[in-house]
């Protein structure tokens, strides 16, 4: 059986799409996320910000400086298959 605890018990969160803009889905995913008593780690992984929601932002998951277990991806379409690709192979 595999193992599933990075997927239900993540230390590590990448919200990928982050923004600092509460209105929208991609930002208001991070403000429940940050809303909550969640004891690890939160990436905002933003190609426009530095720094989202109080967040130091990361433009590419790839480039954290840490193992991500689970990413949250809350962009187009049209760039998930990248975006699945680039979190594969970073192990997420």
């Known amino acids: 059986m595999p193992d599933i605890n990075a997927l239900l018990n993540p230390a590590t969160v990448a919200v990928v799409g982050a923004s600092n803009d509460r209105s929208i889905i991609r930002g208001r995913a991070l403000e429940v996320l940050l809303s909550h008593p969640f004891k690890g780690r939160i990436y905002p992984i933003s190609r426009s910000a530095q720094k989202?929601?109080?967040?130091?932002?990361?433009?590419?998951?790839?480039?954290?400086?840490?193992?991500?277990?689970?990413?949250?991806?809350i962009i187009p379409a049209e760039?998930?298959?990248?975006?699945?690709?680039?979190?594969?192979?970073s192990g997420v």
């Open 79 to 89: 760039f998930i298959l990248e975006e699945l690709e680039r979190c594969g192979n």
């Open 52 to 73: 989202v929601q109080g967040l130091n932002a990361f433009p590419s998951v790839d480039l954290v400086p840490e193992q991500i277990d689970l990413a949250l991806v």
